[in-house]
């Protein structure tokens, strides 16, 4: 059989397209970057420049003065993390019987975690707050990592469910012959094979609850709870004026943990995967 070839013009449009999109993913973090390293007078030009003509780290000095960053970062680290755990650990076994159930009672799991996804944040924020309340768990961290887990367990339930049935049922027939049950089956033989599907769950959960804003601004009222998103806030003023030095110096900062946990995780991924194709 004979393959198709793409022809040399098609394979530039195609690199052109991806070089496009690229820069238009790099263009605002490029001059979120450039802003962050600017003067006031700078920064208060009327045409102002992509390169700083004089670079400071006076933001970055007023932004750990002004606002308590570090304190707010390991809040946010501290919840994105659990989040992330508890995620994979109910969603791998779910994953598991949704992807492997034949019955109507999976296919109906598997529709309401696909309709689930288009519930909005608005509608869903009063019935966790109500819920939280008789938790006594409003004001705390471990309420909103409870609140994340909910919110990205439907979409980690699907990713990790494709992950599933793309692992081969004569493995664990095979693992059911030698004894072993369903759960060893799935701790000895599913789950190494879903390393990549597990690490891009994990990342999925970690970059979500990092970011989110919403549910924090809700549900932690105590400056000592809040996270970075939420403290990111304060460098606007009561009249909508934003300080554009020091929030762009701490909002580069908070971008930096997303990408390194990308970066790694991106590797173990690859990794998984192109083991995986080497043993098939």
Do not use: C
């Not at 296919?107 to 008789?134: D, H, N």
């Amino acid at each position: 059989m004979t393959g198709t070839r793409t022809s040399p013009g098609a394979r530039a449009g195609q690199y052109a397209a991806l070089l496009a999109y690229l820069a238009f993913l790099a263009l605002p973090f490029l001059w979120l970057l450039s802003t962050a390293f600017k003067t006031p007078r700078e920064l208060a030009a009327a045409h102002p420049a992509w390169i700083p003509r004089h670079p400071t780290l006076g933001n970055f000095r007023r932004a750990f003065d002004e606002q308590p960053l570090p304190h707010a970062a390991l809040n946010s680290l501290l919840v994105a993390l659990g989040a992330a755990v508890i995620a994979v650990l109910l969603a791998t076994p779910m994953a598991y019987v949704m992807a492997r159930g034949r019955g109507r009672l999976a296919r109906a799991a598997t529709g309401w975690v696909v309709v689930s996804q288009a519930f909005p944040f608005v509608l869903l924020i009063i019935p966790l707050f109500l819920v939280l309340k008789e938790l006594r768990l409003i004001d705390s961290l471990a309420g909103l990592v409870l609140v994340h887990v909910v919110w990205s367990l439907p979409f980690a339930l699907w990713m990790l469910a494709g992950y599933v049935r793309a692992v081969p049922a004569e493995l664990e027939e095979a693992a059911a012959v030698d004894g072993a049950g369903r759960l060893r089956t799935l701790v000895s033989v599913t789950a190494p094979l879903l390393a990549p599907g597990i690490a891009a769950t994990a990342l999925f959960a970690f970059v979500t609850a990092w970011n989110e804003f919403f549910f924090a601004l809700v549900l932690l009222k105590s400056p000592e709870k809040q996270t970075l998103p939420v403290v990111l806030t304060h460098f606007i003023g009561a009249e909508g004026v934003a300080d554009l030095g020091p929030l762009a110096a701490a909002a580069f900062l908070a971008t930096l943990p997303s990408l390194v946990v990308f970066a790694i995780v991106q590797r173990r991924i690859t990794g998984g995967l192109l083991a995986g194709a080497v043993k098939g």
